[in-house]
Structures are given as structure tokens and as C-alpha cells.
């Protein structure tokens, strides 16, 4: 038991280091920057490039080529510098770079044709020996005038291109990029001495206009001084003759103003006085009617039993001594009718 149980742990362990062993020993990463092309011992380059990621690499059977997916740089500077000479016979050294890169999907063809290594060399033969044929053409003018040397190096990608082709690879439009042109020393000195009497031809052609100009702009800055002095003064009147018109116009509606203030309070006033006087009046006519109206009130039936019943109200009889043997005192004080005749005047 003690046995099985070890074995079984070994072969878990066995297990678990050929999952992981296998797959980094059974095959190869191609990275991001780089094209696979794969050679086996019975089919020879398969005919297929490959990209990023993991493929199958059998040991002792399978062999592989890296070969750079991006842009490729080849230098004729310093002392690789490419020495030809102008139309006029001139020699020149040329300083450039030209830029390449595989053409995708073609990096299987360029290793069956046995050029995954050396393919270098045979573009930096092939673009050599053109461009010292098409640079040729350039004339000592075209080569100081920089449009016309980027005319004629984007002129040269389409021919290089056509004569790369064989070698599986391919320039973008600006692949050829001149660096610096430069004659052959003593040629040169002379070429920079003439340049430095034009370039100093045309300063004392540019001091001389800049003088001119300077002149007619001072005369012209006179010009429009006056111009606008004359102007400011001719604005400065209206402007005068503007604000006096403006204050007299404020003078007058002012007067306007408190005319019709004085004109306005004293009409309020002649109304206010007006209106007081006949609340007065009809105040006084009021009362004076109200009056009347009581006191025929009081003159009637009614109004005569209202003064009894306000006058019985307001009587006070006192401390009488009254004699009750005397004959007149029912007479007098025992009936009504005695009473209405003392209070309502009966």
C-alpha cells in the first residue's frame, strides 16, 4: 500500500511537469516584432509566414527563422557616404538613408531563396548601384535647391521599389530620405564663398528696400498724422456743437419740468381747496339736515314717546312728602293719563 501510494504520487508529479515542460519544449513564441518562417527536416520552408504567438517546434525536426516585421534602415552616411558626380561633373558626397521593410506574407519566399540571412547585403548592392545611377542626374542647381532634392528622392522609391521586388521587400513613399549633399573640398569652399556674396548681395538688397520702405512709411505715418489730427479736431467740434445742443435741451425740458411742476401743484392745490370746501358744505348741510329730520323726529307721535321714555329715564323724583289725605293727590299722582300729560306734554 505503502508503495502504490508513492508511485501514485510521483506519477501526479511526473504528470504535471510534462504539462507544463511540453508546451514550452513542443513549441516557439514568434514576438510582435518579429515573422516566423518555419523549416521542417521533410518539407522544407513551409509556405507560410507566421505571426505572434505559440506554434508547434518539434525537437530535431523543426527549425526556425526570425526575421523583423518592422521598418529596416540601411545608412550611406560618414564614411559609406555614396560618391558620384553632377551633370556638370562635379563631384558630390551624398549622406542618405533609405527605409524598407519585408513586403507581409512574402518572408517564407525570401528564406527558400536562401536570402533570410544575407538579404541586407543584396538590397544595400541593389539601392547602391541605382541611386549612384539616378542621383547622377541631379545639376549643381537642383542640388542647392531643397525642393528639388526631395523631388528627386521621392522620384527614386517607385524605380528602387521596382528593382527590389526580387528580394521580397518594399519602401513607403518617403523611403529614401537625403541627409546632406556636399561638394568635393575646394569646389565647395568656392560654392560657399559664392553663396555668402549672394546671400550678402541680397541683405544689402534687403537693407536698401528695408531703408526705402522705411522712408515711405515715415512719410506715410506724416500723412496719416495729419489726417488724423485734422480728423480729431473736425470730431472734437461736432462734439462741442453736440454737447451744447445737448445742455440746451436740458435747459428746456428742466423748465418744462418746473413749469409744469408749478403748473400741476397749483391746479392740485385750487382742486384740493376746492374739494374741502364742498366737503364742508355738504357736511354742514348734512348735519344741519340731520337736524331738521330729528327734530321732526321729536315733533312726531313716535318721536314725542321716545323724549318721555328718554325723559322717564333720566327723572329723578327726589325725597317728596306726599299728603294722602289730601283730595288731589290721586288726581295728580295716582293715574296715567297724570303721568303721560307730565312726560309727553298730553
Known sequence: MKLSGLFGVQGISLMIILIWALPNSCTTYIYPDEIGVRR?????????????????????????????RTLQYLE????????LRTREGNLIHVSLTIIYRIVPEQAHLLAREGLA????????????????????????????D????????????????????QYHVSLPRD??????????????????????????????????????????????????????????????QRIELARKATETEIAIIQAQ??????????????????????????ISEAEALGEKLRAEALTSRAGRTYSAIQAVRKFKLGRIQLNSYDPEFLQRFGSMAAWRRFFGGE
Do not use: C
Open 257 to 282: 419740468a418746473v413749469e409744469y411742476d408749478k403748473r400741476v401743484r397749483a391746479e392740485a392745490d385750487a382742486e384740493y381747496e376746492k374739494l374741502v370746501a364742498q366737503g364742508d358744505r355738504m
Open 117 to 144: 540571412t544575407n538579404y541586407p547585403d543584396r538590397v544595400r548592392s541593389a539601392a547602391e548601384g541605382f541611386l549612384l545611377e539616378h542621383l547622377a542626374q541631379m545639376s549643381n542647381s537642383n542640388i542647392q
Open 76 to 83: 550611406f552616411t560618414d564614411a559609406s557616404d555614396l560618391d
Open 146 to 165: 531643397p525642393e528639388k532634392r526631395q523631388e528627386i528622392a521621392l522620384s527614386a522609391v517607385p524605380q528602387l521599389n521596382k528593382r527590389l521586388t
Open 40 to 68: 521542417s527536416l521533410s518539407g522544407g520552408i513551409e509556405n507560410e509566414d507566421f505571426h505572434q504567438g505559440r506554434h508547434l517546434d518539434l525537437p530535431l525536426y523543426h527549425m526556425w527563422y526570425r526575421l523583423p
Open 175 to 236: 523611403g529614401v530620405v537625403i541627409r546632406s549633399i556636399s561638394f568635393d573640398g575646394p569646389y565647395e569652399a568656392r560654392l560657399q564663398a559664392k553663396q555668402l556674396f549672394a546671400v550678402q548681395a541680397e541683405l544689402d538688397t534687403a537693407k536698401e528696400n528695408e531703408s526705402k520702405a522705411k522712408q515711405k512709411t515715415d512719410t506715410v505715418q506724416k500723412g496719416i498724422d495729419k489726417d488724423v489730427a485734422v480728423e480729431r479736431e473736425d470730431w472734437n
